[in-house]
């Protein structure tokens, strides 16, 4: 099991940045894939983006690609997820997770990190 704790959000402007932050409590986790959700109020969690353990392969849902970038850190124990042009439809609390290549789910996941974005 991995500890993961995110870190990073907070209240911007429609138009800003943020990066998000998570970190493991690991080093295995570098060899995990590292996925990023979001539930906004009233709304099932969504994916966002998520990144492979090597840090090559990633994948976004449509309404972030262009604006949002996830990353690996060097170390691999620490995934970032660097938001830019935020909307207000961004807000919501985001999660981290991870799970091995090839599981079906993610197996474990974060506290989330409330970001706000106003109009």
């Known amino acids: 099991q991995v500890r993961l704790e995110e870190s990073g959000g907070g209240l911007v402007q429609a138009g800003g940045s943020l990066r998000l932050s998570c970190a493991a409590s690991?080093?295995?986790?570098?060899?995990?894939?590292t996925g990023w959700f979001r539930q906004a109020p009233g709304k099932e969690r969504e994916f966002v983006a998520s990144?492979?353990?090597?840090?090559?392969?990633?994948a976004y849902v449509e309404s972030v690609k262009g604006r949002f970038t996830v990353s690996r850190a060097n170390s691999k124990t620490t995934v970032y997820l660097q938001m830019n042009n935020l909307k207000p439809e961004d807000t919501g609390v985001y999660y981290c997770a991870a799970k091995l290549p090839g599981a079906k789910t993610y197996t474990d996941w974060g506290q989330g990190t409330q970001v706000t974005v106003s109009s």
């Open positions: 990144i492979s353990w090597s840090g090559l392969g990633t």
């Open positions: 690991r080093s295995t986790f570098s060899s995990y894939v």
